[in-house]
């Protein structure tokens, strides 16, 4: 099994930035791609960036490239998420997940475990 805990959320000025941290315990870590996702209040899940196990490749949505960047700290066992230029439209729980298979990335199915998520709130 995987623990994650996401921090680092909080409210936010547009324009501002926030780091999200994921710190993981229970498995290794380090053989998993990790990925964040997020959703507002009634709507669906979405995909928002992942990292491969290597840090090789990464992905982004496309309402996420150019601002924000995906990162991991192997030795730490965690995955970060540097958010620059915040929008309104940011504001969602965000959620960290681990997935230990070659499914795709960019979808919530593929991955196995998840945090209990952060709250992100962008102020217009």
């Known amino acids: 099994q995987v623990q994650l805990v996401e921090s680092g959320g909080g409210l936010v000025q547009a324009g501002g930035s926030l780091r999200l941290s994921c710190a993981a315990s229970?498995?290794?870590?380090?053989?998993?791609?990790m990925g964040w996702f997020r959703q507002a209040p009634g709507k669906g899940r979405d995909f928002v960036a992942s990292?491969?196990?290597?840090?090789?490749?990464?992905n982004y949505a496309d309402s996420a490239k150019g601002r924000f960047a995906i990162s991991r700290d192997n030795a730490k066992n965690t995955v970060y998420l540097q958010m620059n230029n915040l929008k309104p439209e940011d504001t969602a729980v965000y959620y960290c997940?681990?997935?230990?298979?070659?499914?795709?990335?960019?979808?919530?199915?593929?991955?196995?475990?998840w945090g209990q998520g952060t709250q992100v709130t962008v102020s217009s």
């Open positions: 997940a681990a997935k230990y298979d070659t499914t795709s990335d960019t979808t919530s199915r593929g991955y196995d475990y």
């Open positions: 229970g498995r290794i870590f380090s053989s998993a791609t």
């Open positions: 990292i491969w196990w290597n840090g090789t490749n990464t």
